[in-house]
């Protein structure tokens, strides 16, 4: 039988015992697991809400000594820690579910994300600054426990010791340098990847942390061969003291081959404790605040109806950069003349809440075209021995993500060569029939522009890669669009609004065009970037600053990283949301904990921060607590 990418993907849920039945007339891999999650999401909510009925109406609110609102990457490490002490009760408040079999098998990454059945679906404002075949991005964030850890690429960074240096510098609190932070990265890992060292790595936390079998690929082997050409190292640990260099990536994914998320690693464990408590499918619309401001409880919808749970001590908000602020506003925390102009009375005016948002743009580049058949192409290349090695061994295809290598520089834009701000990606695919679809959805473009752009390559082997914008400058912003809560949020995020940050980016696309052009690690296979110009780019010289520029401006994306919009900061900082104990300024007993207290975005991939931000969040909310309950025990 001739195996086909649906095939050997229902063939592998057949072999993984998959309760439900499998579609058989897919058309393609993407709408087989779109139609599968949709089917999941739907039962999964059914059978929650028959087996945990909402409280009574009439019956007083439950109280609990913590309330965490949102299960995500923070926050649900932050409800692991604060309920193995079992003389706290520990509510969790998630939106979403739990996440699918599906979610957990990491080569199925990239067809996991943009389902409206378990998905926020944000989508930015009208961008002010690209071309016309791309008008908003859509930011995919998952609606579930484990968050974005559940559905993104696994790639284990931590971002540079710079970062948190300067978060040091910024807040003027050395408890949040790199050194002071290194235990709580330690803390969750449990390392079993590429560069052991004791110094930086530790074994027995609860994510496990291994090598990418992308990295046994010898097209790794010649993007390494090919930057050593260039004069940089490689195969240095990009979580120790990175420096520029190149590498294949740790990622996060479980002794068995399965993802390793926040979900099983944080909650799952824990869903027995009897102190701790998980209400799922509960969207949080508003955080309750007495007469001297502080935080008393929260109001959630569930099935329909809206229900109050009350808190003793604290209110931890995990929502992640865009929820946090808007339910912070919501809540009446925020900047006055906006609150007011959506109709929100005032509690708290706090001008920073949703400004500062930062992302990492990045751009696309390719294809670069080979003579030799040496790229994955799933048409002709995956078989069903892949689905029977995973299913047995949790090794080979659907135990990596298409990321095999990635590099870390140092554009001329920095003047510190010390702090790379651009991050390079290998995406070793071919020019098949579902490229442009797939690469649609990475950019938010318009049909047709990619299937235009790559027409003259289908079937053709070829590599693509990723150049990411690691320290941009420009901040966007979120705000609300009306007072009701279950209308999305306005993003707006005003990339290139600071003209270093397109700079720079046109000087990491022309490093990647020369690593693979100008090296002989790619020249014996003919490497060469396809030659036709980008749909809106026809009237720029092609492979010009002003080309790339174009390019970027036309196709350019979102890593789907947001951070900063309630940033941590000194009490005189009239932008700052939150201290350095992450207490919310102006409000008692309400804390945040997740990416958006970041004060500057650090220059990696951020779910592996974000969970590191969630340790450290729960350490200092515990270490209030105990102490003073045990001081109250001693009066």
């Not at 993802?259 to 799952?268: L, N």
């Not at 099935?303 to 339910?327: D, H, Y």
């Not at 607590?625 to 001081?631: C, L, T």
Request: hydrophobic letters at 35%.
């Amino acid at each position: 039988m001739v195996s086909t990418p649906v095939s050997v993907v229902v063939y592998l849920l057949q072999l993984l015992n998959f309760n439900l039945p499998i579609p058989q007339n897919a058309d393609s891999v993407e709408s087989l697991i779109r139609n599968l999650t949709t089917i999941l999401s739907q039962k999964h909510m059914e059978n929650d809400l028959a087996q945990n009925s909402n409280p009574m109406l009439s019956a007083p609110p439950e109280i609990y000594d913590f309330i965490i609102v949102g299960g995500g990457t923070s926050g649900a490490v932050v409800a692991n820690r604060l309920s193995a002490n079992e003389k706290y009760k520990v509510l969790l408040l998630e939106a979403g579910g739990d996440p699918s079999i599906l979610n957990a098998i990491p080569g199925l990454a990239p067809y996991n994300m943009w389902h409206e059945s378990n998905d926020w679906l944000h989508s930015s404002a009208l961008l002010k600054n690209y071309g016309l075949s791309k008008s908003k991005n859509v930011w995919s964030r998952f609606k579930g426990l484990g968050g974005c850890s559940t559905h993104n690429w696994m790639v284990y960074n931590r971002g540079h010791p710079k970062d948190y240096d300067n978060w040091a510098n910024l807040t003027g609190d050395i408890e949040w340098n790199y050194e002071h932070l290194l235990k709580y990265f330690k803390r969750l890992e449990d390392y079993d990847g590429l560069y052991p060292n004791d110094k930086f790595h530790s074994r027995g936390g609860p994510c496990h942390v291994t090598r990418n079998f992308a990295a046994l690929l010898p097209i790794v082997q010649t993007w390494l061969d090919s930057a050593t050409e260039l004069g940089y190292s490689i195969n240095a640990d990009f979580n120790s003291r990175q420096k520029q260099s190149f590498g294949s990536p740790d990622v996060k994914t479980t002794k068995k081959g399965g993802r390793s998320d926040t979900y099983t690693a944080y909650i799952k464990p824990i869903l027995k404790r009897p102190n701790f408590k998980v209400i799922r499918h509960a969207h949080v619309h508003k955080i309750l605040l007495d007469s001297s401001n502080k935080a008393t409880g929260t109001i959630y919808k569930r099935n329909g109806e809206l229900i109050t749970a009350n808190v003793k001590k604290e209110i931890i908000i995990s929502g992640g950069a865009i929820n946090t602020p808007q339910l912070l506003m919501l809540s009446g925390i925020g900047p006055e003349a906006h609150l007011k102009s959506v109709g929100i009375k005032v509690k708290v005016d706090l001008p920073g809440v949703g400004q500062n948002f930062q992302d990492h743009p990045f751009a696309v580049v390719g294809p670069f075209l080979f003579n030799q058949s040496i790229s994955h192409m799933p048409n002709r290349d995956l078989k069903l021995e892949d689905a029977e090695e995973y299913a047995a061994k949790g090794t080979g295809y659907f135990a990596t993500n298409a990321i095999g290598a990635i590099g870390f520089i140092s554009s001329s834009m920095d003047k510190s060569e010390e702090w790379p701000d651009l991050q390079l990606h290998q995406l070793n695919i071919g020019v098949s029939q579902a490229t442009p679809y797939f690469i649609n959805r990475l950019f938010g473009l318009k049909h047709g522009v990619l299937e235009t752009y790559f027409e003259p390559y289908i079937n053709t082997d070829a590599n693509f890669g990723i150049v990411n914008l690691s320290r941009p400058k420009s901040v966007g912003s979120i705000s609300l669009a009306t007072s009701n809560a279950e209308v999305k949020p306005v993003v707006d995020l005003n990339y290139y609004s600071h003209p270093d940050d397109i700079t720079t980016h046109v000087a990491g696309i022309k490093f990647l065009v020369r690593l693979y052009e100008k090296t002989n690690a790619w020249a014996k296979y003919g490497a060469k970037l396809a030659s036709n110009k980008f749909p809106g780019c026809e009237k720029e010289v092609f492979r010009s600053d002003e080309y790339w520029e174009c390019l970027v401006r036309q196709a350019g994306a979102t890593m789907l990283h947001p951070s900063g919009t309630c940033k941590m900061g000194r009490s005189e900082d009239p932008m700052a949301v939150v201290d350095t104990n992450l207490r919310v300024f102006k409000v008692k007993g309400l804390r945040v904990a997740d990416t958006s207290i970041m004060p500057a975005i650090t220059n990696g991939n951020l779910n592996t921060p974000a969970m590191m931000i969630g340790e450290k969040a729960a350490d200092l909310i515990l270490s209030d607590h105990i102490n003073s309950d045990y001081a109250h025990e001693q009066l």
